[in-house]
């Protein structure tokens, strides 16, 4: 079946603009997860979904981030005055139950100018 | 909280060779641990899971244990070929609905 898929694959953008990074997930997850990660370094970390909510969201680094999940399914990342830090690869994963294997999606690499 | 290591960051062999990855987590009460494959530009391909009570896993020429007690887990490799090259990462569970600590993965090449 399909996996985790992630649009767009890749976005360059204007430092201050605002961007939005989206997720499908398998179909059936219910868990949702969001992570970064710099060149050289492992994932870490933003915001994870159980059904609509958002479970925890303790890895959003400030309030220029937010996540959403309005429907259980698609969740889409939103970045608000974009800074040349946000440059990074931004992860989505999904897993059956909070419990099970977590799937990736292959990523959305941010540039920020 | 919990620190994921993992050494070498980079690693060079020549084809055939077993070969063994190292993780360390500073936080021995662990829910689960994962072994992840990363190819250049792609996600994260889950390779082994070890619930916190298992020693080992297995499948095909992968091997991972995991010694809650030292913090530590291997990942060997057996008769390495170069479609092994990839970067490879370990991640802790600390509960069954948490995130994952990743480490900062290891860059392994196989040299045909």
């Known amino acids: 079946g399909a996996g985790v898929s992630q649009t767009p694959s890749n976005k360059v953008t204007e430092k201050g603009k605002y961007v939005e990074l989206r997720c499908d997930p398998i179909?059936?997850?219910?868990?949702l997860y969001w992570y970064r990660q710099s060149l050289g370094q492992g994932p870490e970390f933003l915001i994870y979904?159980?059904?609509?909510?958002?479970?925890?969201d303790s890895g959003l680094p400030n309030d220029r981030f937010f996540a959403v999940r309005p429907e259980g399914s698609v969740s889409t990342l939103k970045i608000q005055r974009t800074e040349r830090g946000d440059s990074a690869v931004y992860l989505c994963?999904?897993?059956?139950?909070?419990?099970?294997?977590?799937?990736f999606g292959p990523g959305t690499r941010l540039t920020v100018l | 909280k919990q620190e994921v290591t993992q050494i070498p960051a980079a690693l060079s062999v020549p084809e055939g060779e077993n070969l063994v990855l190292n993780c360390s987590f500073t936080?021995?009460?662990?829910?689960?641990l994962q072994w992840f494959r990363q190819d250049p530009g792609k996600g994260l391909t889950s390779l082994l899971l070890?619930?916190?009570?298992?020693r080992e896993q297995t499948s095909g020429r992968l091997n991972a244990s995991l010694d809650k007690s030292s913090g530590r887990s291997t990942l060997y490799i057996a008769a390495s070929q170069p479609g092994d090259s990839a970067t490879y990462l370990c991640?802790?569970?600390?509960?069954?609905?948490?995130?994952?600590?990743f480490g900062q993965g290891t860059r392994l090449t196989i040299n045909p």
């Open positions: 179909s059936g997850h219910t868990a």
């Open positions: 991640a802790v569970k600390k509960g069954p609905a948490q995130k994952l600590v």
């Open positions: 070890i619930q916190s009570s298992q």
């Open positions: 979904f159980q059904g609509t909510g958002a479970a925890d």
């Open positions: 994963a999904s897993s059956l139950l909070t419990t099970d294997t977590q799937y």
């Open positions: 936080d021995s009460a662990i829910y689960n």
